[in-house]
């Protein structure tokens, strides 16, 4: 059976993404609204669709600035649905517009997109699902799954032999620090 670990790997586009992404925590709000909003788009297509389109989505979506996204309108919304260089899906744009809003709102709550993950780590996934459909649109159990595993929220985004496993352990990613 092949892994993403043993498939990745030297991939023009899962390579770089499995080398020094996935799986590595960040606190970025920039960070975690992007790949929140790359895991929306990726459902129900491949994980490659969205890293061939991930260039145009962040040029589309103002860097994934969550205050710029936040804002968007009407104008903003028929734009994107006309960009050929993203993924043009009404509901999951309307979701990504609405999920800006809903960080902003955990800055007041919670400081902040870092510090209301922190504060709920750690929690088992079905949790963590429950939590997410409750503060988040279009947040199932893959999209959240996903989105917590390649933030280092959840274990399993390589297996124990690959190097970049040994590489995130040693950076302490909040599940391992939950042990």
Avoid at 75 to 81: A, D, F, S, V
Avoid at 121 to 133: A, C, D, G, R, S
Avoid at 159 to 175: E, L, M, Y
Wanted: include cysteine; aromatic fraction near 10%.
């Amino acid at each position: 059976m092949s892994t993403y670990c043993s498939v990745a790997p030297g991939h023009e586009f899962h390579g770089p993404y499995h080398d020094t992404e996935y799986g590595f925590h960040s606190a970025d709000e920039r960070v975690l609204f992007e790949r929140l909003a790359l895991e929306i788009m990726q459902a129900g297509l491949s994980w490659l669709i969205v890293l061939k389109k991930r260039q145009g989505m962040n040029a589309a979506f103002d860097g994934f600035e969550v205050d710029k996204v936040a804002r968007y309108g009407e104008r903003q919304i028929g734009r994107l649905l006309k960009d050929e260089n993203i993924i043009r899906n009404r509901l999951k744009i309307d979701s990504i517009i609405d999920n800006a809003r809903r960080v902003q709102a955990l800055r007041a709550s919670h400081g902040g997109f870092a510090s209301w993950l922190d504060a709920h780590h750690p929690l088992p996934k079905e949790q963590w699902v429950k939590l997410f459909k409750k503060t988040f649109r279009f947040t199932g159990g893959e999209v959240t799954g996903e989105f917590l595993m390649s933030l280092g929220y959840l274990p399993g985004a390589h297996h124990d032999a690959c190097p970049v496993h040994r590489r995130i352990i040693r950076q302490k990613p909040p599940w391992a620090r939950a042990k």
